[in-house]
């Protein structure tokens, strides 16, 4: 299970951190992802981590802004959030992606990714 905190009220120029920690499962055997769905839109990717490494992936809208990483013998992976704006606003979810993995091409596509956090809420207001 996928436990995700962290969201909040911020206004815009903030940052905020989300958490994520998995639990029942090895976690150092799952790449990890963030997505949001902000209201009447599509869930859609944010980044992603490989399980060895530091191998990251972002969305255009969040690169040099936020910043994925994760704590194996935590269990953690957390999105922190600079520079936040309006557009920011979403319920953020993390996800996990276990063998098989998703290869490059899909790594955006949230089908790819085998269990889901409990969403966390963040409004970033102008």
């Known amino acids: 299970q996928l436990q995700a905190s962290g969201g909040g009220l911020a206004q815009a120029g903030d940052s905020l951190r989300l958490s994520c920690v998995l639990s029942g499962r090895t976690f150092s055997t799952y790449d990890m992802g963030w997505f949001r769905q902000a209201p009447g839109k599509e869930r859609e990717f944010v980044a992603r981590?490989?399980?060895?490494?530091?191998?990251?992936w972002y969305a255009d809208s969040v690169k040099g802004r936020f910043t994925i990483s994760r704590d194996n013998a935590k269990s953690t992976v957390y999105l922190q959030m600079n520079s936040l704006k309006p557009e920011d606003t979403a319920i953020y979810y993390c996800?996990?992606?276990?063998?098989?993995?998703?290869?490059?091409?899909?790594?955006?596509?949230?089908?790819?990714?085998?269990?889901w956090g409990t969403g966390t809420q963040v409004t970033v207001s102008s």
């Open positions: 996800a996990a992606d276990g063998p098989p993995y998703a290869i490059l091409s899909s790594y955006r596509d949230r089908r790819h990714y085998d269990y």
């Open positions: 981590h490989s399980r060895h490494g530091v191998n990251t």
